[in-house]
């Protein structure tokens, strides 16, 4: 069992940046990928940026150049730095566990972001 806790939503205006944490507890977590997903209002949830335990990420188009995913496995904390932030980027964000060899996904609850001019 894997927990997770998103931390750092907020409002921010347009061109501004905001940092999420996600803390995770549990077992095995080096055999996680984790992964940062967002949902809009009237939209799918979408992945917006991933990483392994071994360091490799991989972002959407949309937020190439602009978000970071970065990963402490010593504090097992999965962050995503955020700048540049446009109006399109107002989603709830999700943090997710997955480990295909393991058959496991785990998600997080969500926090909110808001960039309004």
């Known amino acids: 069992q894997v927990q997770l806790v998103e931390s750092g939503g907020g409002l921010v205006q347009p061109g501004g940046s905001l940092r999420l944490s996600c803390a995770a507890s549990?077992?095995?977590?080096?055999?996680?990928?984790m992964g940062w997903y967002r949902q809009a209002p009237g939209s799918q949830r979408e992945l917006v940026a991933a990483?392994?335990?071994?360091?490799?990420?991989d972002y959407v188009d949309s937020v190439k150049g602009r978000f970071t995913i970065s990963r402490d496995n010593d504090k097992n904390t999965v962050y995503l730095q955020m700048n540049s932030l446009k109006s399109e980027d107002t989603a709830v964000y999700y943090c997710?566990?997955?480990?295909?060899?393991?058959?496991?996904?785990?998600w997080g609850q969500g926090t909110q972001v808001t960039v309004f001019s």
């Open positions: 997710n566990a997955a480990a295909a060899v393991l058959n496991r996904d785990y």
């Open positions: 549990g077992s095995l977590l080096t055999l996680y990928v």
């Open positions: 990483i392994t335990s071994g360091g490799s990420k």
